[in-house]
């Protein structure tokens, strides 16, 4: 199979689909990989580098499109790339279509086979592809939320850790999950007062037992929510329903009850986002305000760290894209796990959560694949 790498186009993204040491296992398979000039650059990695690796380098992500049969990517495809993708090719990428019909649109009427890294599944029930992310991006929540409290940047001017004689911050976390516990983390190194809301009492017993008391777990109720999120200096949304739009936990109407200056970090805007007042922002611009309220908004977190994030997705992503250079539609067929990250096949949506969210009928994907 002839497997794509194009250079990412949304603001600042500067993770790669593929890394040269992925690019190594897919020639050593016995496939064809091609790659557009400084697609590694962000990461370091030249175009020698890929070279040496078994890749051919183009000079446009135009001949990506033209000649793979797999394209790889990282993030969402944008306008004028889903506008190049055709029926027969293989997308293997990122797409968080519940809160972008746009996107469902564009990839619907490419006919495009779309597998999203974020509904593949494993033996545990886990999201092994959209996990080391989550890793990422609940760690980097805690930088970016500490550095928008400051003063300079809109926030109240709070060092999250305090100091000796002085109150430290209060972090909520509303969501236990791998978001959730990584953001915690770094906020518990940091000395900050955190908490964290889930509706899971097996997993919020998990915490308290991983925490060993340096955080507080509490369920979250309307009550609960309200009066952790009002007594916040930061909080920080990690809530996930796979491949849905993410709730609106927090609405407009509470931030009245929010203290001025304080901070919110969406971790789910990729999903919508779980604050009613959350919108999409990018590393450029990365924080807007409402009521006396910053927000943290950026859709691409892990893109501000791309060496790290971008070896942690190819050591997550390359054992599922293996199976589909190797196999094509029939690693589907055979692989439940990878079976469920397929959320558009030629025209159709197959993910019942997207279908769901934007109003489209929901397919079942044995059934497409089978007649196919």
């Not at 926030?155 to 990584?182: D, E, F, N, S």
Request: glycine share 12%; proline share 5%; hydrophobic share 40%.
């Amino acid at each position: 199979m002839r497997v794509g790498c194009p250079k990412e186009i949304k603001n600042h993204e500067y993770r790669v689909g593929l890394t040269p040491g992925a690019v190594r296992e897919y020639v050593a398979h016995g496939h064809e990989v091609v790659i557009e000039t400084k697609a590694g650059a962000g990461i370091g990695a030249e175009d020698d580098a890929y070279r040496a690796a078994g890749a051919k380098i183009v000079s446009s992500a135009r001949e990506i499109f033209e000649k793979a049969d797999m394209v790889v990517k990282v993030k969402e495809p944008q306008p004028e790339e889903w506008a190049q993708l055709r029926e027969g090719q293989l997308l293997y990428t990122y797409l968080h279509l519940a809160p972008d019909p746009r996107q469902t649109e564009g990839l619907l009427g490419s006919g495009v086979t779309a597998i999203a890294y974020e509904t593949v599944t494993d033996e545990r029930g886990g999201l092994p592809l959209l996990a080391p992310m989550s890793e990422v991006a609940g760690r980097l929540a805690i930088q970016a939320g500490a550095t928008a409290l400051q003063k300079a940047h809109g926030g109240r001017g709070i060092l999250l850790g305090g100091v000796p004689g002085v109150l430290p911050a209060k972090v909520t976390v509303l969501g236990g999950g791998v978001v959730g516990l990584h953001a915690a983390r770094m906020a518990v190194g940091l000395g900050a007062d955190v908490t964290i809301l889930d509706r899971s009492l097996p997993r919020l017993r998990q915490l308290d037992e991983l925490f060993a008391g340096r955080v507080h777990t509490r369920y979250s109720t309307i009550d609960a929510l309200e009066e952790e999120v009002f007594s916040a200096d930061l909080v920080i949304g990690a809530v996930l329903i796979p491949g849905a739009a993410a709730p609106k936990l927090v609405t407009r109407e509470m931030l009245s009850g929010m203290k001025r200056g304080s901070v919110i970090v969406d971790v789910a805007i990729d999903q919508g986002g779980c604050f009613e007042t959350s919108k999409a922002t990018t590393h450029s611009d990365p924080t807007f305000e409402v009521d006396g309220v910053v927000h943290y908004c950026v859709a691409n977190m892990p893109g501000a760290v791309p060496v790290t994030s971008a070896a942690a997705l190819n050591n997550a992503t390359l054992h599922y894209g293996l199976q589909l250079a190797d196999r094509g539609l029939a690693a589907l067929t055979e692989n439940r796990h990878l079976r469920n990250g397929l959320n558009v096949h030629r025209g159709r949506v197959t993910n019942l959560a997207v279908a769901e969210a934007l109003g489209y009928e929901g397919h079942a994907p044995e059934t497409l694949l089978k007649s196919a």
